[in-house]
């Protein structure tokens, strides 16, 4: 499920790539319910991990980004969407997918790259 997810988030990785760095983008058209706060929680969810020296905490984290992601794939629309409110939906993919891969790494797990 968590490979899944992160190849998911893929499919809007290359048009994310192409966004110019220059744009600034205004995230105020995502909704929280969307995963913004679970993403930005992912520096704390390390931290405690590391203190207590349980990686559990990581997966519980990943798995709450899954099913987030796997909620918003289908409703954040980035195909055929003005740009103004496609690039912030890439940029929330994008970093969903980093997050995945950063703490698949952190367990040992190899984020898979193709199917």
């Given at each position: 499920?968590?490979?899944?997810?992160?190849?998911?988030?893929?499919?809007?990785?290359?048009?994310?790539?192409?966004?110019?760095?220059?744009?600034?983008?205004?995230?105020?058209?995502?909704?929280?319910?969307?995963?913004?706060?679970?993403?930005s929680?992912?520096?704390?969810?390390?931290?405690q991990?590391?203190?207590d020296?349980?990686?559990?905490?990581v997966?519980?984290?990943?798995f709450?980004?899954?099913?987030?992601?796997?909620?918003?794939?289908?409703?954040?629309?980035?195909?055929?969407?003005?740009?103004?409110?496609?690039?912030?939906?890439?940029?929330?993919?994008h970093?969903s997918?980093?997050?995945?891969?950063?703490?698949?790494?952190?367990?040992?797990?190899?984020?898979?790259e193709?199917?």
């Amino acid at each position: 499920k968590l490979s899944v997810t992160h190849l998911s988030c893929e499919i809007w990785h290359g048009c994310y790539m192409m966004l110019r760095a220059a744009n600034v983008l205004d995230t105020a058209l995502l909704h929280t319910d969307h995963g913004l706060p679970r993403l930005s929680r992912e520096d704390e969810v390390l931290e405690q991990s590391l203190a207590d020296m349980e990686p559990a905490h990581v997966v519980h984290y990943l798995f709450k980004l899954c099913r987030l992601v796997s909620r918003a794939l289908p409703s954040l629309r980035v195909k055929d969407m003005p740009t103004h409110i496609a690039e912030p939906r890439m940029l929330l993919f994008h970093c969903s997918r980093q997050s995945i891969a950063r703490c698949l790494q952190i367990l040992g797990l190899p984020p898979l790259e193709q199917v």
